[in-house]
């Protein structure tokens, strides 16, 4: 079952700009996770927010995590062209040691 | 140089030939994780490890099968590969400790596995 799912699919913005990703999910957590991809390699940890944190800070990235809501959001400020990749939220439960991920956000920095 | 190691990078199989691919992490971590990852589904759990011995079905298991012999080591096995298990496979470990979904996962750098 597909816990995470990322809004928008696909997001393309300008070299500079914010981008920023969301993520929804369905059952109680211990922890959400944002993950980088590039074009097929494997997934790079980005930033991890615990069920009791709101908001979370990681040089141009910051995360926000809404427990009432099941939602998180992602923004990458100041955006780069080696931005451009595939960004996935991912789910720690709190049942079980199980990690769900979303379908993910393709993001393009255009020049 | 701590890391997440895959073997084969590359498969192409026919239906129905067992199957090993490899998965080896140097960094004593407890937690280890198998993902199959599938376009427009993103990635999906097969099976995953909390430490020597202990496995449990993540959301994919059928038609494969896990081992926790050694704390670095966890091979999956597809005894019977079907095209439908054509996907990019990818191994992840965490440190252990508070639950292991508490922490990042490392991964490798992925298996294209193709079974024709």
């Known amino acids: 079952s597909q816990q995470g799912e990322e809004d928008p699919q696909a997001l393309s913005i300008q070299e500079g700009e914010n981008a920023t990703m969301n993520c929804s999910y369905k059952t109680s957590i211990n922890n959400l996770q944002w993950y980088r991809q590039n074009s097929g390699r494997g997934l790079v940890h980005l930033i991890l927010i615990r069920s009791n944190e709101r908001e979370k800070h990681s040089g141009r990235l910051r995360v926000t995590l809404d427990t009432s809501k099941k939602s998180s959001s992602l923004l990458i400020t100041a955006s780069r062209a080696a931005d451009t990749a595939s960004y996935f939220c991912a789910t720690g439960q709190y049942r079980d040691d199980k990690i769900i991920f979303g379908k993910g956000t393709r993001l393009h920095i255009l020049p | 140089e701590a890391q997440v190691t895959q073997n084969p990078r590359y498969l192409i199989t026919v239906t129905g030939k067992k199957l090993t691919v490899t998965c080896s992490q140097n960094m004593n971590h407890e937690y280890m994780s198998w993902y199959r990852q599938d376009p427009g589904l993103g990635l999906r759990q097969i099976y995953y490890s909390m430490n020597v011995e202990v496995t449990d079905k993540g959301d994919v298991p059928e038609g494969y099968k896990v081992s926790r012999k050694e704390k670095r080591n966890f091979p999956l096995i597809l005894e019977s590969p079907s095209p439908n298990q054509t996907s990019l496979y990818f191994c992840?470990?965490?440190?252990?400790?508070?639950?292991?979904?508490?922490?990042?996962?490392?991964f490798g750098p992925g298996t294209r596995l193709t079974v024709l």
């Open positions: 992840a470990s965490s440190p252990g400790g508070g639950g292991s979904s508490y922490n990042e996962q490392f």
